[in-house]
């Protein structure tokens, strides 16, 4: 709940835009972009509070630092910036931050003030951004290190920023002088990361030593190289307590004696895995040995593991038995799958290809395929690729070369139908582009136990976050149990920058309700809440596609439908290949 201290209240933040590059003119102000909690301080009458970037109090993690605004010599402010703690290097370490706060007292928490909203009865946010640091440079002469003035430059974007990543900081934030200040997300303000994020095979961990439940201490991460697999550093940062026990849980089915990696490296303490698990890591840079630098742990990429964490129940392992299928051409078995026939399917593209071919036409595709009694996502060498059919030579996420297939016709669509593919899965990118994510998409993906006008709920939620933010998006419900929004994205936006958005996003609906909805793919911790699936996004990632059909009973379909429709209570399975432009007409309970 937002609240107010005295007259004065909370007031929403203004967020700079993700670029890739800051501006060059001289009209900027550039700022080093601290690594830490945004948070506003809230003056009045002789007392302090201290507010999150979702208007939650917080005045009792930052004792110190509400102390110190207290006694500043004013009646009233409203100060914006973060709440910061520099580690050994003297940089903003945000591990360091979160094990401080459970030290509301402790001198190391610091808050970097870098806007002054209101002085004294004054509303400032109308004057410009060059004025209102001024003022807040003022009031801030004595009260450092506790709270410090947050200096800028103005000297060259490019240089600023080239800086800041030499010295290891996050990245920059260029404001413009003369802007005033206007809540949500604005193109006044302008951020550029140093940091970098992708996704690697895990190749071993270290065990945190008397640990019980045991736990890691750390991973070792490793990249592809062609057919060579290759150390690439140690993540030992980013973990949470239950991360930590979660991952090595994670990985105990698949120790091995010997090191996976192509050129062997010694690791006295590792325990060597099979490198199945792949994790989300963030970097700052790669050395000229392929090594990251500053890895930190983000998260386990569920959606992308090549086989189960457990081993496979007998039923899976006679039915792996008995297909054809070479094993590396298996990304990950669908054993439940219900595939319609060829005939089905060529019927069903002849009727919807004019609509389909809007959202599947000129994309890069991963398949579902139903061949030899099996159904999986397909990896690896494809089989004979008819002419309609065209080849995209990419360079892989984990090295070397793959082939991926795009159509651009209804012929296209029969040929992926020769090729025994079932469901189409196209990039949030076009084969004119691949390396510019021309649309972003977030999966509502319910746990067990969430009822259906939850799934509703969430999405108008989102639908109203993701408008805020200038995007204007779609639904589409999935033909499985979820519902997918697709916001179209300006030009030239990388995959990285598109994935950081909709991780953004997705964290706005978590703060406001974190019991309802969470980021996290496993299924224990999602059971009575919706995942909110932002790893759709990203260079190669993908979600199914506007259109495609689902292997499951039934054989629903990938469906766009209307914002009324949704409020309307339209199921995930209303459209079929049967009926693709008429939905079946249920009563909801």
């Not at 940062?237 to 090191?259: C, F, H, M, N, Q």
């Not at 109203?464 to 697709?486: C, F, N, Q, Y």
């Not at 339209?570 to 079929?576: G, L, R, S, V, Y």
Request: net charge positive; glycine share 8%.
């Amino acid at each position: 709940m937002r609240k107010s201290t005295g007259h004065l209240a909370f007031i929403e933040f203004q967020s700079p835009t993700l670029v890739e590059n800051a501006p060059a003119d001289a009209d900027w102000l550039h700022e080093i972009k601290y690594d830490g909690y945004r948070t506003e301080l809230i003056v009045e009458g002789g007392a302090a509070r201290a507010f999150t970037r979702r208007g939650y109090d917080w005045s009792h993690r930052y004792k110190r630092i509400v102390q110190t605004a207290a006694n500043l010599p004013v009646r009233s402010a409203i100060l914006d910036g973060e709440a910061v703690v520099l580690g050994k290097t003297g940089l903003p370490d945000f591990q360091a931050l979160e094990r401080e706060l459970g030290n509301p007292n402790s001198p190391k928490l610091m808050f970097f003030a870098f806007d002054l909203l209101h002085l004294n009865g004054r509303d400032l946010r109308q004057q410009p951004l060059i004025e209102r640091k001024a003022a807040l440079h003022g009031l801030l002469q004595e009260t450092a290190p506790t709270l410090t003035y947050a200096e800028h430059l103005e000297i060259s974007g490019k240089d600023v920023f080239d800086h800041a990543c030499r010295m290891g900081l996050e990245g920059v934030v260029s404001k413009r002088a003369d802007s005033p200040y206007r809540s949500g997300v604005q193109t006044s303000w302008l951020k550029v990361k140093c940091v970098k994020s992708d996704t690697f095979p895990i190749v071993a961990f270290v065990e945190k030593l008397g640990a019980r439940p045991r736990r890691i201490a750390s991973l070792y991460i490793g990249r592809w190289q062609g057919e060579r697999l290759l150390y690439a550093g140690k993540a030992q940062s980013g973990y949470t307590l239950e991360e930590a026990r979660r991952v090595r849980e994670r990985l105990d089915p698949l120790i091995i004696s010997k090191s996976p990696l192509s050129e062997p490296i010694k690791k006295p303490k590792a325990t060597w895995v099979r490198p199945e698990v792949l994790a989300e890591v963030q970097f700052s840079g790669v050395t000229d040995r392929g090594i990251l630098r500053e890895a930190v742990f983000k998260g386990l990429r569920e959606d992308l593991q090549v086989i189960p964490a457990k081993p496979p129940s007998p039923s899976k392992r006679r039915l792996e038995g008995q297909h054809g299928v070479p094993r590396e051409n298996i990304l990950q078995l669908l054993p439940d799958a219900v595939a319609p026939s060829r005939e089905q399917l060529v019927d069903y593209w002849r009727r919807v290809a004019d609509r389909a071919l809007i959202h599947l036409g000129r994309r890069p595709l991963k398949l579902v395929r139903h061949a030899h009694g099996a159904t999986f996502y397909h990896k690896g060498p494809l089989p004979l690729i008819p002419g309609p059919v065209h080849q995209l030579r990419v360079q892989k996420r984990e090295g070397g070369e793959g082939v991926r297939v795009w159509v651009d016709d209804l012929d296209g669509l029969l040929g992926l139908v020769e090729m025994d593919a079932v469901e189409l899965h196209p990039w949030n990118a076009t084969v004119d582009d691949i390396e510019h994510a021309d649309q972003l998409v977030l999966d509502l993906d319910p746990g067990e136990g969430v009822p259906w006008d939850a799934v509703i709920e969430a999405a108008l939620s989102l639908r109203d976050i993701m408008e805020a933010a200038g995007l204007r998006s779609w639904p589409k419900v999935t033909g499985g149990k979820g519902i997918h929004l697709t916001a179209p994205l300006a030009s030239g936006v990388t995959h990285d920058k598109a994935r950081q958005m909709a991780k953004s996003l997705a964290q706005c609906l978590i703060d406001a309700k974190p019991d309802r909805y969470l980021l996290s793919a496993n299924p224990a911790a999602r059971r009575g809440r919706i995942f909110l699936d932002y790893l759709r996004n990203g260079r190669g990632n993908t979600a199914v596609g506007t259109f495609s059909p689902r292997a499951r009973p039934g054989f629903p379909i990938a469906h766009p439908v209307t914002w009324t429709q949704i409020e309307r209570g339209i199921q995930p399975d209303a459209f079929t290949i049967d009926h693709p432009f008429r939905a079946a007409v249920r009563k909801v309970a």
